[in-house]
């Protein structure tokens, strides 16, 4: 069964500065999407970023980037200039890509994000 | 943009009372899921559903569970004989994925939080 950690609970990071939020998964399988979740206050889970196993080219979305390491089985978030509203909990995920293969979300823990002003 | 929307958002039962949660997925969507997250812990995986029926579904998904698609719109998760157990946040989900411009990334609503008592 594929699993995904968390290893940090809790990280901070001030305004405008960078944050690298870290994720590790655990799978037999060679083709997966990875994705990054945030959850606010407000507890719904709003979609950031989206990764392809197949893709070498690690996806970005604005101030939102990954590091993807396939060997590794590492999939890390960076928070580029951040923003009070960036302050939320943060989930990364696994879902298998393979043919007949899950269609579940497997979940981390999550990391909370304080943003100081 | 088109969202899943979920309704109650608050939903407060007494044990052993029979619940039901709607959902409406995004229009295009012929995937359904529903996740729950008890307070503090990870976002679990509960059941998909697609071409009216269920695809895959989880442990946690007994036989106090079911899922219905009672119109075009509508997505339901009832649970039959609520335990205190049963007191978590309960997300819909839908995906495109049969689309061939699917992404096949799943959307999540803003959750229905159930207080069993």
Known sequence: AQTVTQSQPEMSVQEAETVTLSCTYDTSESDYYLFWYKQPPSRQMILVIRQEAYKQQ????NRFSVNFQKAAKSFSLKISDSQLGDAAMYFCAYRSASWGGSEKLVFGKGTKLTVNP | EPEVTQTPSH???QM???VILRCVPISNHLYFYWYRQILGQKVEFL???YNNEISEKSEIFDD????ERPDGSNFTLKIRSTKLEDSAMYFCASSDRTASTSTDTQYFGPGTRLTVL
């Open chain 2, 64 to 67: 106090q569970f079911s899922v």
């Open chain 2, 11 to 13: 939903q407060v039962t």
């Open chain 2, 47 to 49: 059941v998909s559903f």
């Open chain 1, 58 to 61: 690690n996806a970005t979305e």
């Open chain 2, 16 to 18: 052993g009372q029979e």
